[in-house]
């Protein structure tokens, strides 16, 4: 075909709702809009071919536009390493300062007139340039402080324990084959240091499968197992299903336990019969019969696939439709019902309902909607029946289970005439057209009969709910931010105790405009502070006093949730609302942003970031949740069913939203803490090491003389000491995993930054320097009256730089021993293996041989042969090594004893329960009572009623047709929710009934 | 990655000890069942072995004579500090033992706030040169500047400040009787470490020359009255690097306060036969090496020695004091055990 044409739009943005742009063809213009547009990642459906035209492609296209830039991740633990290492740049030149003004001061006194010894180098001229140049000269000496090889050692220590993480079978889910991956090597500590998890819910939290639960059919419930003693039972793997291969037709994906049910329908009870025929007729399904028998339904929504399912299995199959006819296989009958009307879904109305005729003529309204919406429209005589059903309802709402109300209402001949009528006339009219639609609806919907409820279960992720629990004990904080509908969005946090009854207030905030906004999100705010104010204090003073919330956040004992959906979000992201709405929602338990785009996720994340000295995390699993990865300190990306772009875009990925706990409980902790004891050890090293020179230097005329050997400097940080903290780094663990996740309070420390902070980096310097002061004067007092047992020379330098080095051996040895706190082979290797690796070099390097060759390399030769056999040199570095470890040992025990830690305490049951299995925790999952909301949920869209009744969704009634271009997003995702209104066909893939979301 | 294994589970991380973190481990606690008997042992151990060493200090005999200006040599004094430093001086100090020195008794020099350990001056010194090797002999190292070569060019040897500054007093050590005086009897070798007298100083290769010769074309340190290969005039095989006096000078002190071994008593002869007797002696000093320069000391040293080396009251004390530290701080954790810890009530959840 000859296609020649050119459009002009719009350059690349990341608007999902607009496009705007014109199609030349051949002398014509033809509009483009929004509705021309397919976006990335659709799906076609329900045509065999289309014409298209790739307008922006890769990084140009609206979902990489959404996507957010990639930033440069680092934790904070190397921000803080990098502000650590500039203070001790800092110290350093200091000590340069001062060693050079002593080495001034004593070229002036001493110097000056040791001359004759030692004439001053040609180009010295006076006592201030020595100074100068012993300045240098201790920088040079003394740079052994600022830790080179920390660098090198922490990146090593990240790369380890992104290996133990990839190797985690904890995390490897079996059924869909993917290990957890770290995808970053640099952010394993802030792993331990989360404080906000902002969550994806779609793909997340949810598996997006919908499975028909329960219903309640004429004040009976169905759905429940009891066993033989009549008592409730918990529906597990074993528990029997209902056997439907009765019916021909029947999916065996779907599960049912409660037999009464079928026992019912079998029974041929009108009731029953009547409430799976609703079922089966007022929906927006598309049937698919590829061969006889096997059915698939596509359905705009997951909600509605199951409903239908439900039906098939029940015997009210659904077969095949037209745009005039619905025909159903009712209990093996093949029954044509005439379809007169579908009376759309939309947000306002909460209800959809179909009217039809069937074969004997009757005209039937069918309805399905909210409870709250469909029982204000019952018929009066219901009232009974309304109780009892509102009751299951609670229950169902309790268990966290979406609902929906049925009614139904025969209509008479002559009525429905006249209301036709008025309808046809209604939607020819250009003007108020929804309106006058929404009125006719409202009539004639009126005076219903309650058949009874549906209730439909999102399914939850494995341990969606004791994962969350678990991180809500361990103080971390979790928003959800979902591109579903505030109904849904609610479903969800209720069914994962996120949002609980118990709570006193669940804040909506669902303004339109930036003054609504600020009303409610202002209220919500005074209530929250007016109520703890009163509880607390009892004066009262305006709530504007407290803008800064944050103060009072940690006095709200109250419970309260904020939900907020994506529009008014956007003026309360508004930087004069901004802080308003981030206090609000920290004084909030939960946060749920509903309807939100994916740009507006990563400004939550930034938000929160920007305002809060806290790490956030971002998990989500789809395309739309990359920008809020990006955003986020760290990203999570959950490796399931939508793509890759999550995980490519994440830094940690794994395949279920529980491994989560694992991750920060488990693997965040630990590796935060090993980070933290290593940089500990490592600066109280470093410190311990150096600053002998410092000692020294008083000592020798500030001549940067150096206490050790040259080789000893070279080899101390990179083959003395380097082992064993880097074991140290990799395996210690002071509580196990399992305690780890059994205690989630454990995790607390970290979030308050407490193992490694500036305070302990002064404590460690501190020991560091104390270290190496009695390092120094210990031997310096005994060295200055010290001979060999033969009465020969021994307080030589020499000597005096072998007894020092090996005091520091053993005192560091013995304080990452200390310091250690889980003792593993490699842990024994490497500190054993230290020491003896440094008495071997040490004796090589000063052994005959070496100094035949290298004779002024190894000046030291024989030293330590010397040395090493005097008691006296053995009593001075037992000496030292006693005095520097005994006080840290002290500390540490009576800190223990008086003052432990949650840690501590862990510690101290894990040492008595060691014999002990592990013992698992199991958090079980708490049914609410008392219940009384609706439970309602449906993520239903508007615009299919009208697509069904056209026809143009219909293959089959128009075949030689191009058909309309389908728009298929591959689960009902915030693409849809964007698109307020579509004429486009949206056939969502139908996990539930187990249609493949194929691309023709 | 590795191996790509088939089937449903490949990418299954291995279940090992080793990658799943659960390698067998120990891990200890501080606990007061482990730290206190480990703080009153300690305690204990130091206490013994301050006592100990106490007492064998206090059976060591130590005498220091700083004859800087003692006796005669105050005028020796003054004639270092003019220009002339060549002019030999010969002065007399006395001293008095009023308990005998039992045993082998040691005889040191000591010099007060000479600085042998400042970079410049420990740099200064050419070990290739000491060890023998001819091309160092005739051409020092540049660290031994400005001591590598003389007024005229002639290359030193030994060359740098070290051997250039070495301690040239000489003593001669009497012991008076009412009888007159009988010289005591110092050996003045195998006062170096054995591994400095055999490795780390040789003389360069005689080849049937005769040490001389070996050093002809080379000039003695500008401070130095006799030339290397002269020191020792009574033991040939005392003279070159290989001579003890200077070994033991050239192994550089630590601190600017040292004292270095000059030699030990020959107990072959009455009266030492049982070390020094107690009673007036007095020491003979050929006073050659100037410290006014510096505002140091000079001074001799007798004592005898320990198993743990020469008398040094430090290390008992410290020891002492240490256990007594030790044993307060275990006494005070006992107590805030007994007193907070001990039921464990800190340990509840």
Same mark, same amino acid.
Request: hydrophobic residues 40%.
């Given at each position: 075909?000859d296609?020649?044409?050119?459009?002009?739009?719009?350059?690349?943005?990341?608007?999902?709702?607009?496009?705007?742009?014109?199609?030349?063809?051949?002398?014509?213009?033809?509009?483009?809009?929004?509705?021309?547009?397919?976006?990335?990642?659709?799906?076609?459906?329900?045509?065999?071919?289309?014409?298209?035209?790739?307008?922006?492609?890769?990084?140009?296209?609206?979902l990489?536009?959404?996507?957010?830039?990639?930033?440069?991740?680092?934790?904070?633990?190397?921000?803080?390493?990098?502000?650590?290492?500039?203070?001790?740049?800092?110290?350093l030149?200091?000590?340069?300062?001062?060693?050079?003004?002593?080495?001034?001061?004593?070229?002036?006194?001493?110097?000056?007139?040791?001359?004759v010894?030692?004439?001053w180098?040609?180009?010295?001229?006076?006592?201030?340039?020595s100074?100068?140049?012993?300045?240098?000269?201790?920088?040079?000496?003394?740079?052994?402080?600022?830790?080179?090889?920390?660098?090198?050692?922490?990146?090593?220590?990240?790369?380890?324990?992104?290996?133990?993480?990839?190797?985690?079978?904890?995390?490897y889910?079996?059924?869909?084959?993917?290990?957890?991956?770290?995808?970053?090597?640099? /952010?394993?500590?802030? /792993?331990?240091?989360?404080?906000?998890?902002?969550?994806?819910?779609?793909?997340?939290?949810?598996?997006?499968?919908?499975?028909?639960k329960?219903?309640?059919?004429?004040?009976?419930?169905?759905?429940?197992?009891?066993?033989?003693?009549?008592?409730?039972?918990?529906?597990?793997?074993?528990?029997?299903?209902?056997?439907f291969?009765?019916?021909?037709?029947?999916?065996?994906?779907?599960?049912?336990?409660?037999?009464?049910?079928?026992?019912?329908?079998?029974?041929?009870?009108?009731?029953?019969?009547?409430?799976?025929?609703?079922?089966?007729?007022?929906?927006?399904?598309?049937?698919?019969?590829?061969?006889?028998g096997?059915?698939?339904?596509?359905?705009?929504?997951?909600?509605?696939?199951?409903?239908?399912?439900?039906?098939?299995?029940?015997?009210?199959v659904?077969?095949?439709?037209?745009?005039?006819?619905?025909?159903?296989?009712?209990?093996?009958?093949?029954?044509?019902?005439?379809?007169?009307?579908?009376?759309?879904?939309?947000?306002?109305?909460?209800?959809?309902?179909?009217?039809?005729r069937?074969?004997?003529?009757?005209?039937?309204?069918?309805?399905?909607?909210?409870?709250?919406?469909?029982?204000? /429209?019952?018929?009066?005589?219901?009232?009974?029946?309304?109780?009892?059903?509102?009751?299951?309802?609670?229950?169902?709402?309790?268990?966290?289970?979406?609902?929906?109300?049925?009614?139904?209402k025969?209509?008479?001949?002559?009525?429905?005439?006249?209301?036709?009528?008025?309808?046809?006339?209604?939607?020819?009219?250009?003007?108020?057209?929804?309106?006058?639609?929404?009125?006719?609806?409202?009539?004639?919907?009126?005076?219903?009969?309650?058949?009874?409820?549906?209730?439909?279960?999102?399914?939850?992720?494995?341990?969606?709910?004791?994962?969350?629990?678990?991180?809500?004990?361990?103080?971390?904080?979790?928003?959800?931010l979902?591109?579903?509908?505030?109904?849904?969005?609610?479903?969800?946090?209720?069914?994962?105790?996120?949002?609980?009854?118990?709570?006193?207030?669940?804040?909506?905030?669902?303004?339109?405009?930036?003054?609504?906004?600020?009303?409610?999100?202002?209220?919500?705010?005074?209530?929250?502070?007016?109520?703890?104010?009163?509880?607390?204090?009892?004066?009262?003073?305006?709530?504007?006093?407290?803008?800064?919330?944050?103060?009072?956040?940690?006095?709200?004992?109250?419970?309260?949730?904020?939900v907020?959906?994506?529009?008014?979000?956007?003026?309360?992201?508004?930087?004069?609302?901004e802080?308003?709405?981030?206090?609000?929602?920290?004084?909030?338990?939960?946060?749920?942003?509903?309807?939100?785009?994916?740009?507006?996720?990563?400004?939550?994340?930034?938000?929160?970031?920007?305002?809060?000295?806290?790490?956030?995390?971002?998990?989500?699993?789809?395309?739309?949740?990359?920008?809020?990865?990006?955003?986020?300190?760290?990203?999570?990306?959950?490796?399931?069913?939508?793509?890759?772009?999550?995980?490519?875009a994440?830094?940690?990925?794994f395949?279920?939203?529980?491994?989560?706990?694992?991750?920060?409980?488990?693997?965040?902790?630990?590796?935060?803490?090993?980070?933290?004891?290593?940089?500990?050890?490592?600066f109280?090293?470093?410190?311990?090491?150096?600053?002998?020179?410092?000692?020294?230097?008083?000592?020798?005329?500030?001549?940067?003389?150096?206490?050790?050997?040259?080789w000893?400097?070279?080899?101390?940080?990179?083959?003395?000491?380097?082992?064993?903290?880097?074991?140290?780094?990799l395996?210690?663990?002071?509580?196990?995993?399992?305690?780890?996740?059994?205690?989630?309070?454990?995790?607390?420390?970290?979030?308050?930054n407490?193992?490694?902070?500036?305070?302990?980096?002064?404590?460690?310097?501190?020991?560091?320097?104390?270290?190496?002061?009695?390092?120094?004067?210990?031997?310096?007092?005994?060295?200055?009256v010290?001979?060999?047992?033969?009465?020969?020379?021994?307080?030589?330098?020499?000597?005096?730089?072998?007894?020092?080095?090996?005091?520091?051996?053993?005192?560091?040895?013995?304080?990452?021993?200390?310091?250690?706190?889980?003792?593993?082979?490699?842990?024994?290797?490497?500190?054993?293996?230290?020491?003896?690796?440094?008495?071997?070099?040490?004796?090589?390097?000063?052994?005959?041989?070496?100094f035949?060759?290298?004779?002024?390399?190894?000046?030291?030769?024989?030293?330590?042969?010397n040395?090493?056999?005097?008691?006296?040199?053995?009593?001075?570095?037992?000496?030292?090594?006693?005095?520097?470890?005994?006080?840290?040992?002290?500390?540490?025990?009576?800190?223990?004893?008086?003052?432990?830690?949650?840690?501590?305490?862990?510690?101290?049951?894990?040492?008595?329960?060691?014999?002990?299995?592990?013992?698992?925790?199991?958090?079980?999952?708490?049914?609410?009572?008392?219940?009384?909301?609706?439970?309602?949920?449906?993520?239903?869209?508007?615009?299919?009623?009208?697509?069904?009744?056209?026809?143009?969704?219909?293959?089959?009634?128009?075949?030689?047709?191009?058909?309309?271009?389908?728009r298929?997003?591959q689960?009902?995702?915030?693409?849809?929710?964007? /698109?307020k209104?579509?004429?486009?066909?949206?056939?969502?893939?139908?996990?539930?009934?187990?249609?493949?979301?194929?691309?023709? | 990655?590795?191996?790509?294994?088939?089937?449903?589970?490949?990418r299954?991380?291995?279940?090992?000890?080793?990658?799943?973190?659960?390698?067998?481990?120990?891990?200890?606690?501080?606990?007061a069942?482990?730290?206190?008997?480990?703080?009153?042992?300690?305690?204990?151990?130091c206490?013994?072995?301050?006592?100990?060493?106490?007492l064998?200090?206090?059976?060591?005999?130590?005498?220091?004579?700083?004859?800087?200006?003692?006796?005669?040599?105050?005028?020796?004094?003054?004639?270092?500090?003019?220009?002339?430093?060549?002019?030999?001086?010969?002065?007399?100090?006395?001293?008095?033992?009023k308990?005998?020195?039992?045993?082998?008794?040691?005889?040191?020099?000591?010099?007060?706030?000479?600085?042998?350990?400042?970079?410049?001056?420990?740099?200064?010194?050419?070990?290739?040169?000491?060890?023998?090797?001819?091309?160092?002999?005739?051409?020092?190292?540049?660290?031994?500047?400005?001591?590598?070569?003389?007024?005229?060019?002639?290359?030193?040897?030994?060359?740098?400040?070290?051997?250039?500054?070495?301690?040239?007093?000489?003593?001669?050590?009497?012991?008076?009787?009412?009888?007159?005086?009988?010289r005591?009897?110092?050996?003045?070798?195998?006062?170096?470490?054995?591994?400095?007298?055999?490795?780390?100083?040789?003389?360069?290769?005689t080849?049937?020359?005769?040490?001389?010769?070996?050093?002809?074309?080379?000039?003695?340190?500008?401070?130095?009255?006799?030339?290397?290969?002269?020191?020792?005039?009574?033991?040939?095989?005392?003279?070159?690097?290989?001579?003890?006096?200077?070994i033991?000078?050239?192994?550089?002190?630590?601190f600017?306060?040292?004292?270095?071994?000059?030699?030990?008593?020959?107990?072959?002869?009455?009266?030492?036969?049982?070390?020094?007797?107690?009673?007036?002696?007095?020491?003979?000093?050929s006073?050659?090496?100037?410290?006014?320069?510096?505002?140091?000391?000079?001074?001799?040293?007798?004592?005898?020695?320990?198993w743990?080396?020469?008398?040094?009251?430090?290390?008992?004390?410290?020891?002492?004091?240490?256990?007594?530290?030790?044993?307060?701080?275990?006494?005070?954790?006992?107590?805030?055990?007994?007193?907070?810890?001990?039921?464990?009530?800190?340990?509840?959840?």
């Amino acid at each position: 075909m000859d296609f020649d044409g050119e459009v002009i739009c719009e350059p690349p943005n990341n608007k999902l709702d607009k496009f705007t742009g014109t199609l030349h063809l051949r002398d014509s213009k033809h509009p483009l809009d929004n509705e021309n547009l397919l976006l990335r990642g659709c799906v076609l459906r329900n045509t065999e071919w289309c014409f298209g035209m790739v307008i922006f492609a890769g990084l140009q296209t609206k979902l990489m536009q959404n996507c957010g830039r990639t930033t440069f991740k680092r934790t904070s633990i190397d921000k803080l390493m990098n502000t650590l290492v500039l203070w001790i740049f800092a110290f350093l030149i200091c000590m340069g300062v001062v060693l050079a003004i002593g080495n001034t001061l004593w070229e002036t006194w001493t110097g000056r007139n040791f001359q004759v010894f030692l004439p001053w180098d040609d180009f010295q001229s006076s006592a201030v340039f020595s100074g100068f140049l012993t300045f240098w000269s201790y920088i040079i000496i003394l740079n052994t402080v600022m830790p080179i090889s920390l660098y090198v050692s922490v990146e090593v220590l990240r790369l380890g324990h992104s290996y133990f993480i990839n190797w985690d079978q904890r995390m490897y889910h079996s059924q869909t084959n993917t290990a957890a991956e770290a995808r970053t090597t640099t /952010l394993n500590e802030e /792993l331990g240091q989360v404080e906000y998890v902002f969550s994806d819910k779609t793909g997340t939290l949810t598996q997006n499968i919908m499975v028909f639960k329960k219903c309640s059919i004429n004040g009976q419930t169905y759905g429940d197992v009891y066993d033989e003693f009549k008592q409730k039972g918990e529906i597990t793997e074993k528990t029997d299903c209902v056997d439907f291969s009765f019916n021909p037709l029947y999916d065996r994906g779907f599960k049912f336990y409660d037999g009464r049910l079928v026992e019912a329908i079998k029974l041929e009870d009108p009731v029953e019969q009547d409430f799976f025929r609703l079922l089966a007729l007022c929906h927006t399904v598309m049937p698919e019969e590829k061969s006889e028998g096997h059915l698939v339904y596509q359905a705009q929504s997951p909600d509605e696939g199951a409903l239908v399912t439900a039906a098939r299995n029940f015997g009210f199959v659904f077969r095949t439709r037209t745009p005039e006819t619905i025909t159903l296989c009712e209990l093996g009958r093949a029954v044509t019902y005439q379809l007169l009307a579908i009376l759309d879904f939309n947000n306002v109305r909460k209800r959809m309902s179909v009217i039809v005729r069937n074969p004997q003529g009757q005209i039937t309204l069918y309805s399905k909607g909210a409870d709250t919406i469909i029982f204000d /429209l019952l018929d009066p005589s219901n009232e009974d029946l309304m109780y009892t059903t509102s009751e299951h309802l609670n229950g169902f709402a309790g268990e966290g289970l979406r609902t929906l109300a049925l009614a139904y209402k025969d209509l008479d001949e002559d009525y429905f005439e006249i209301w036709m009528k008025k309808l046809i006339s209604a939607s020819t009219v250009i003007e108020n057209r929804e309106d006058q639609l929404a009125v006719l609806y409202e009539e004639i919907e009126q005076g219903l009969k309650l058949l009874g409820a549906t209730a439909i279960e999102d399914k939850l992720q494995d341990g969606v709910p004791e994962t969350i629990a678990s991180l809500v004990l361990a103080d971390i904080k979790i928003w959800v931010l979902t591109g579903d509908k505030l109904e849904t969005a609610m479903n969800i946090g209720y069914s994962c105790h996120m949002l609980r009854d118990d709570m006193n207030e669940v804040f909506v905030i669902s303004g339109h405009t930036l003054l609504e906004v600020q009303q409610q999100l202002r209220s919500a705010k005074e209530q929250i502070l007016g109520l703890s104010r009163v509880s607390s204090a009892g004066d009262v003073e305006k709530a504007e006093m407290f803008a800064d919330g944050s103060v009072y956040e940690e006095t709200i004992i109250a419970e309260y949730a904020l939900v907020i959906n994506g529009h008014s979000l956007a003026h309360a992201m508004e930087p004069q609302l901004e802080h308003v709405l981030l206090d609000l929602a920290c004084l909030c338990k939960t946060v749920i942003c509903c309807r939100v785009t994916p740009m507006q996720k990563a400004q939550v994340v930034e938000l929160v970031k920007r305002h809060k000295r806290a790490v956030t995390l971002a998990i989500g699993d789809g395309a739309n949740d990359v920008s809020m990865i990006k955003t986020a300190h760290i990203g999570v990306g959950i490796s399931g069913q939508e793509g890759m772009q999550a995980v490519l875009a994440s830094d940690y990925s794994f395949a279920q939203f529980r491994y989560l706990r694992r991750l920060l409980l488990v693997h965040g902790r630990w590796s935060y803490f090993r980070m933290c004891n290593f940089l500990w050890y490592f600066f109280y090293k470093n410190f311990a090491f150096t600053l002998v020179h410092f000692w020294y230097g008083f000592f020798c005329g500030f001549s940067a003389q150096t206490v050790y050997d040259q080789w000893f400097i070279t080899l101390f940080n990179i083959v003395y000491t380097s082992l064993p903290v880097l074991a140290m780094g990799l395996f210690d663990q002071d509580v196990s995993d399992q305690n780890s996740l059994h205690y989630p309070s454990l995790y607390k420390p970290g979030q308050q930054n407490l193992f490694f902070n500036k305070r302990q980096f002064f404590l460690c310097t501190l020991q560091g320097v104390s270290t190496s002061s009695l390092l120094f004067f210990i031997p310096y007092a005994a060295f200055s009256v010290m001979v060999k047992e033969d009465g020969s020379y021994i307080s030589d330098q020499h000597v005096f730089a072998v007894t020092i080095a090996t005091s520091l051996v053993i005192v560091v040895t013995v304080q990452i021993g200390l310091d250690t706190h889980y003792w593993t082979v490699v842990n024994h290797f490497f500190v054993w293996g230290s020491l003896i690796v440094y008495f071997s070099i040490l004796f090589a390097m000063q052994s005959d041989g070496m100094f035949g060759i290298f004779t002024s390399s190894f000046p030291f030769v024989g030293t330590a042969r010397n040395c090493l056999s005097e008691k006296s040199v053995w009593l001075v570095i037992l000496l030292t090594s006693v005095v520097c470890v005994v006080p840290g040992m002290a500390v540490s025990f009576l800190r223990v004893e008086l003052f432990p830690t949650l840690t501590d305490k862990v510690r101290h049951v894990q040492q008595f329960r060691k014999r002990q299995g592990p013992q698992e925790q199991s958090l079980r999952r708490v049914r609410r009572t008392s219940s009384h909301r609706s439970a309602y949920a449906f993520s239903h869209q508007q615009g299919y009623g009208e697509l069904i009744t056209s026809g143009k969704n219909m293959k089959m009634s128009t075949p030689s047709s191009t058909g309309s271009p389908g728009r298929t997003p591959q689960s009902s995702t915030w693409i849809e929710n964007m /698109l307020k209104r579509k004429n486009t066909v949206s056939c969502v893939s139908d996990e539930s009934t187990g249609a493949p979301a194929k691309t023709d | 990655m590795g191996k790509v294994k088939p089937g449903p589970l490949a990418r299954r991380p291995d279940n090992s000890a080793f990658k799943q973190q659960r390698l067998p481990a120990w891990s200890p606690m501080l606990t007061a069942n482990s730290v206190l008997p480990f703080f009153y042992f300690m305690a204990l151990i130091c206490m013994l072995l301050g006592v100990w060493l106490l007492l064998t200090v206090q059976s060591t005999e130590e005498l220091k004579l700083d004859y800087t200006e003692a006796g005669t040599c105050n005028l020796c004094f003054e004639k270092r500090n003019v220009s002339n430093a060549a002019q030999p001086c010969i002065c007399t100090a006395v001293f008095n033992i009023k308990k005998a020195f039992k045993g082998d008794v040691f005889f040191y020099y000591g010099l007060i706030n000479f600085h042998q350990n400042l970079r410049r001056y420990m740099d200064s010194r050419d070990d290739a040169q000491m060890v023998g090797r001819k091309n160092n002999l005739k051409s020092p190292s540049s660290y031994c500047m400005p001591f590598d070569k003389d007024k005229n060019g002639v290359p030193i040897a030994p060359c740098g400040a070290v051997a250039n500054s070495i301690f040239n007093d000489s003593f001669t050590l009497s012991y008076m009787t009412s009888s007159g005086s009988v010289r005591v009897p110092l050996l003045r070798k195998g006062i170096s470490w054995y591994t400095d007298k055999n490795i780390k100083y040789r003389n360069p290769s005689t080849e049937n020359m005769t040490l001389p010769q070996v050093f002809e074309g080379t000039a003695p340190p500008l401070y130095w009255q006799k030339p290397v290969y002269d020191l020792d005039p009574l033991d040939k095989n005392n003279n070159g690097f290989i001579n003890d006096d200077l070994i033991v000078w050239m192994r550089e002190a630590a601190f600017p306060n040292f004292k270095k071994l000059y030699g030990v008593l020959h107990r072959a002869n009455k009266p030492f036969m049982n070390g020094l007797p107690a009673g007036n002696y007095s020491v003979e000093i050929s006073y050659n090496f100037p410290v006014q320069y510096f505002r140091g000391r000079k001074e001799v040293v007798l004592t005898t020695l320990t198993w743990f080396g020469g008398q040094n009251h430090f290390l008992p004390i410290a020891y002492l004091v240490t256990s007594c530290l030790i044993l307060l701080i275990a006494i005070l954790l006992t107590v805030f055990w007994f007193k907070f810890g001990k039921n464990g009530q800190n340990m509840e959840e």
